[in-house]
């Protein structure tokens, strides 16, 4: 009776696991590139005023500069580009970080290509390869905010699942080993500005 109530254990275990992977790695894992639409994300009738931004690192605050730890601040580059309150604008200051050309400032994300951008209902999934290899904890909070601070200008995104070479990049980023495969970003793991 104890090995049939552990086997049956073993076997929901098993089985709600296989379950949740499932979910996670479920076929718009192989979805091909597209374009993200507006159906996904509302906005307001109100659209910003200026140009997109994008987030160059530096140690120096200058106006407009938001901490982003290790004594480091993410700077804001204007895009010539108009804002339009739509999820291309975050394809549009991805794209400008990934070809940034950075002088004193520094570029983690040099090189960098988007293989899927899309809004499935209440959130976004990107995908990204090449690029940034993690080096250390700077480093990788400053990579890891210059995406974040382009990804979540969209004020109607509340959740971001984005995967870097393959593998979740909140894991890729995480020291500890408690994130799990499916977590997604959300607003609180965006650098606030002061």
């Not at 639409?37 to 005023?49: A, F």
């Not at 580059?77 to 400008?96: K, N, S, V, Y």
């Not at 390869?129 to 601070?149: H, K, M, N, R």
């Not at 070479?165 to 500005?193: C, H, I, W």
């Amino acid at each position: 009776m104890k090995n049939t109530l552990k086997n049956s254990r073993i076997l929901w275990c098993s089985l709600m696991l296989f379950c949740l992977l499932t979910a996670c790695t479920s076929d718009d894992a192989t979805t091909t590139p597209t374009e993200p639409t507006n159906e996904d994300v509302s906005t307001d009738d109100d659209t910003s005023s200026g140009n997109i931004t994008y987030f160059l690192v530096g140690d120096t605050n200058t106006g407009g500069a938001i901490p982003i730890g290790c004594e480091q601040f993410a700077i804001p580059q204007a895009t010539d580009t108009e804002i339009t309150d739509t999820p291309r604008d975050i394809r549009t200051g991805l794209e400008a970080l990934f070809s940034a050309e950075s002088g004193d400032l520094t570029n983690f994300w040099t090189g960098t290509t988007i293989t899927e951008l899309t809004l499935p209902a209440g959130g976004l999934r990107l995908q990204l390869i090449g690029g940034y290899a993690p080096t250390g904890v700077c480093a990788d909070a400053a990579a890891e905010a210059q995406l974040l601070l382009i990804v979540f200008s969209n004020e109607q995104l509340q959740q971001a699942f984005i995967t870097l070479n393959g593998r979740n990049m909140k894991q890729v980023f995480d020291a500890s080993g408690l994130v799990e495969a499916g977590a997604t970003y959300t607003r609180e793991d965006v650098p606030a500005a002061p």
